[in-house]
């Protein structure tokens, strides 16, 4: 995903019509007070309706974690970075994820909208239902969470200064966004960029000779970070 210029100040307009302008955009505490009480009533049911062990719910929800990683890198990798070929196609690419690298710290669209979220997460744990049954409300809350840590995480990394902890998650997303679209596409863990080795070049390295001495000096080369 390629742009001549990325703009780190200003936003895309999506749509003429000023209403669905609007639905392109959200604040983070939106889709907080949307999913939180879902995450709480789900876990409550599967322990107190459904009669699931807190240890087995608690062993589901985690995995449910773990399974958004997975989600989020195939998701980031395989469709909003897919190359398409038609207009229409191009458009949906567009709207979904280029806009993103066009516009990188354009905070409105750093979480999903509410509409399209609500309609693809209810899809989500349909299908978890059909497959796994009542797990589902175990699972479905630790993937949902998977996705609100990633998107906070998201947020910040376009918002605000790295904590140390934390400095080689910024580097890493910042090398995709500027120097290589074609790697990194884990956000919220480099877990499976080094699985299906995609992990971005950390640094640039030149070897000098310096002639009077014959000595090899190694200099690091800039990266942004």
């Not at 009669?51 to 719910?57: C, Y």
């Not at 209810?122 to 497959?131: E, P």
């Not at 699985?195 to 000779?209: A, H, I, Q, S």
Request: aromatic share 14%; proline share 6%; net charge positive.
């Amino acid at each position: 995903m390629h742009f001549d210029k990325i703009n780190n100040k200003g936003q895309a307009r999506l749509f003429e019509h000023n209403t669905l302008e609007m639905l392109t955009r959200t604040h983070p505490l939106v889709i907080y007070s949307i999913y939180l009480p879902v995450i709480g009533f789900m876990l409550y049911h599967s322990v107190a309706n459904i009669g699931t062990s807190l240890g087995i719910t608690l062993a589901i929800f985690s995995g449910g974690i773990l399974f958004w990683t997975l989600f989020e890198y195939a998701m980031h990798r395989y469709l909003f970075h897919m190359v398409a070929n038609s207009v229409l196609g191009r458009r949906i690419i567009y709207t979904m994820h280029g806009v993103h690298h066009e516009y990188p710290r354009d905070k409105g669209r750093l979480f999903m909208p509410p509409l399209p979220s609500v309609v693809i997460s209810g899809i989500i744990f349909g299908v978890m239902y059909l497959c796994i049954g009542n797990y589902a409300f175990a699972l479905f809350p630790g993937f949902i969470l998977g996705y609100l840590l990633y998107a906070s995480m998201h947020y910040a990394i376009h918002a605000f200064a790295p904590p140390r902890f934390l400095k080689a998650l910024w580097r890493n997303h910042h090398l995709h966004h500027y120097k290589e679209p074609d790697a990194g596409f884990g956000v919220s863990s480099v877990l499976w960029d080094v699985v299906f080795g995609t992990v971005p070049e950390k640094e640039e390295r030149t070897t000098v000779v310096s002639a009077p001495r014959s000595k090899i000096k190694t200099s690091e080369g800039p990266h942004t970070a």
